[in-house]
């Protein structure tokens, strides 16, 4: 997918951040050059040009970005359990068949994450193993259990309409990789969001019990999405050099308010209430004011003391280990081809 990571570099770039894995010992670093290097790419910076897999990056560029898009994609493999819960529960053939090809889509958008990040000189099994033994974080929204159908329905209006919100503008970030997975994952998820949006408006058209089970799930899903945004501004230490770097464009509470703003009419027209007493139009400001988040739950479950932390783990490990002879089946099959066709070039 990204093969413009295997361009064989300018060999008058100094390397004084790493090359890709693949490109070590390609290039002589020339310390004297890395200003220059810099100024490079500080100027395609400006330029709001895209940053390539074989360009001169600051190993600090790399780092971040090799921390960011992983546990994107952790999240997106992650995202896939809590209704993939629900797909053998689903109450008709037409749901059951939406709710496999959004969690498809979703495994889907790991693999381009995990590609793009790969660009960085990282490697999957790297990657995975961090996810695994809990060294990497996913997104805490993950670690919250689906009770009832509805939840299926609110983790495609809200869950996913916060993602896209945070998703759009990484459409612009500046890692030509990344960006461009995004374009695609932007795609899905604005179709997820709309399916999880029609999915409540028919139970909302439905029985009082019905319409309750969507009320009860909007109640226990939309704090957390608010918290998916991240740490407030003033406590978000990745933020400031993440914009210098054109990585992130809208800050956390930019995005936030943003989609606070976005959702209220959604929710009016759907014939929901927002659980939070706070949340009125603020005419000044033009924007809706709304309550405080409660950072120490959030934290909690960063941390890996969330209600389903444990069993998400447990999950994407056993899963993974009953792949192992996918893999291996998939290696021996490669090996074989590779061998194949290396005689028969000897043989032309
Ligand atoms: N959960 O300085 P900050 C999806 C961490 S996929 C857990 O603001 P940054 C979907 C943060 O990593 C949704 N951790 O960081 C999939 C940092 O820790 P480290 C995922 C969080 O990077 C399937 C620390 O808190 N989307 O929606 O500038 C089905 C301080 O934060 C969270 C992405 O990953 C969180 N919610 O900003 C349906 C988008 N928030 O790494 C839906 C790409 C913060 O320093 N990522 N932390 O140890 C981003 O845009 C940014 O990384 C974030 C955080 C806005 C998430």
């Known amino acids: 997918m990204y093969t413009q990571s295997f361009n064989v570099p300018d060999t008058t770039e100094p390397t004084g951040a790493k090359a890709p894995l693949s490109l070590v010992g390609v290039v002589s670093p020339l310390s004297e ?30 780092k971040t970005l090799v921390r960011q898009i992983s546990q994107h994609a952790h999240s997106e493999i992650v995202g896939m359990l809590p209704e993939g819960n629900w797909i053998s529960r689903a109450p ?14 979703e495994g889907g958008h790991g693999l381009y994450l995990y590609s793009a990040a790969e660009t960085l000189g990282t490697s999957r099994d790297q990657m995975l193993a961090d996810l695994h033994s809990g ?29 896209i919100m945070n998703q759009i503008p990484l459409c612009r970030c500046s890692y030509g990789p990344y960006a461009r997975a995004m374009i695609r994952v932007c795609k899905e998820e604005s179709f997820h969001q709309r399916q999880g949006y029609e999915s409540l408006l028919t139970l909302m058209r439905g029985t009082a019990e019905q319409q309750a089970m969507v009320q009860d799930a909007v109640n226990r899903w939309w704090w957390k999405c608010l918290a998916m945004f991240g740490p407030p501004d003033s406590d978000s230490p990745n933020s400031v050099q993440g914009m210098r770097w054109g990585i992130k464009r809208i800050s956390n509470d930019d995005l936030r308010q943003k989609f606070v703003d976005a959702t209220v009419p959604q929710a009016e027209v759907l014939g929901v209430r927002l659980p939070d007493p706070d949340l009125k139009w603020n005419e000044a400001r033009q924007h809706y004011d709304f309550g405080a988040i409660d950072w120490d739950e959030f934290w909690a479950t960063v941390n890996g003391n969330g209600p389903c932390n444990k069993e998400r783990l447990a999950t994407r490990v056993k899963a993974h280990q009953e792949g192992q002879w996918v893999r291996e089946a998939a290696l021996a099959y490669a090996h074989k081809q590779a061998q194949k066709n290396s005689l028969k070039q000897e043989a032309a």
């Open 92 to 105: 008709s053939l037409k749901r059951k068949a939406i709710l496999i090809a959004k969690v498809q889509d």
């Open 33 to 62: 050059q890395d200003a220059a290097a810099q100024t490079r790419f500080d100027t395609k910076l400006n330029a709001d040009q895209k940053i390539e897999p074989q360009d001169w990056m600051p190993e600090a560029y790399r």
């Open 135 to 163: 060294k990497a974080k996913y997104s805490s929204i993950f670690n919250y259990p689906t009770l009832t159908w509805a939840d299926v329905g609110v983790i495609g209006w809200l869950v996913d309409g916060a993602a």
